[in-house]
Nanobody, 125 residues
Framework: QVQLVESGGGLVQAGGSLSLSCAAS????????MGWFRQAPGKEREFVAAIAWNAVTTKYADSVKGRFTISRDKVKNTVSLQLNTLKPEDTAVYYCAAFANPLIGNTTPQTVAYWGQGTQVTVSS
């Protein structure tokens, strides 16, 4: 059974930091681009960050560029997201995602092959 399991969410004050991690099991995702999406109450799920199969090429949503950093460990089959300088508008459920392709192309939810169950991030003002 293929699973993506997120951890590391929580409550933090504005300006603070959190680190999210996603552990994959059931298969290796070394040939998949991986990423993170988020969904706030009443809003659609939106792209946050992605990292290609080579663990070098990355892409970020404009709203998080310069504040969030995505990385992956292909040996451990994990992907992480470091969230710095958090803002109240970053409050959402964050989902780990495995894209169907190895490269970062279209980053819409429709291009995701596997989803994690989500982890809540709440930023207080």
């Amino acid at each position: 059974q293929v699973q993506l399991v997120e951890s590391g969410g929580g409550l933090v004050q504005a300006g603070g930091s959190l680190s999210l991690s996603c552990a994959a099991s059931g298969r290796t995702f070394n040939t998949n681009a991986m990423g993170w999406f988020r969904q706030a109450p009443g809003k659609e799920r939106e792209f946050v960050a992605a990292i290609a199969w080579n663990a070098v090429t990355t892409k970020y949503a404009d709203s998080v560029k310069g504040r969030f950093t995505i990385s992956r460990d292909k040996v451990k089959n994990t992907v992480s997201l470091q969230l710095n300088t958090l803002k109240p508008e970053d409050t959402a459920v964050y989902y780990c995602a495995a894209f169907a392709n190895p490269l970062i192309g279209n980053t819409t939810p429709q291009t995701v092959a596997y989803w994690g169950q989500g982890t809540q991030v709440t930023v207080s003002s």
